[in-house]
């Protein structure tokens, strides 16, 4: 079975750095988008950033210049750097994978498969 498992949330002061994982499993091929998404208490999921096989990636523009995601296709893992944490960045982190939708969507229901969350609290 696919799964998806995130680590690295935690609580940290505005202006600080967090690093959260996404542990990906189960998956025959190597070559799928994967990506980054949050959710606020009360809002809906939003695209965060996401980065597909070929390397091409995508950020919402609320995060560019601040947060960096990659990934190391022989760990099977995604990572995303947050620098430069607001407030406003405070959520529950999602990993999700398989993109179905248009190249480098971020658009939450574009994508099949999801991990539990991480939250991210910045004070």
């Known amino acids: 079975d696919v799964q998806l498992v995130e680590s690295g949330g935690g609580s940290v002061q505005a202006g600080g750095s967090l690093r959260l994982s996404c542990a990906a499993s189960?998956?025959?091929?190597?070559?799928?988008?994967m990506g980054w998404f949050r959710q606020a208490p009360g809002k809906e999921r939003e695209g965060v950033g996401v980065?597909?096989?070929?390397?091409?990636?995508s950020y919402a523009d609320s995060v560019k210049g601040r947060f960096t995601i990659s990934k190391d296709n022989a760990k099977n893992t995604l990572y995303l750097q947050m620098n430069s944490l607001k407030p406003d960045d405070s959520a529950m982190y999602y990993c999700?994978?398989?993109?179905?939708?248009?190249?480098?969507?971020?658009?939450?229901?574009?994508?099949?498969?999801w991990g539990q969350g991480t939250q991210v609290t910045v004070s």
């Open positions: 999700a994978a398989w993109n179905t939708g248009p190249y480098l969507s971020l658009d939450p229901s574009s994508y099949r498969d």
């Open positions: 189960g998956y025959t091929y190597s070559s799928y988008c």
């Open positions: 980065v597909d096989s070929d390397g091409g990636a």
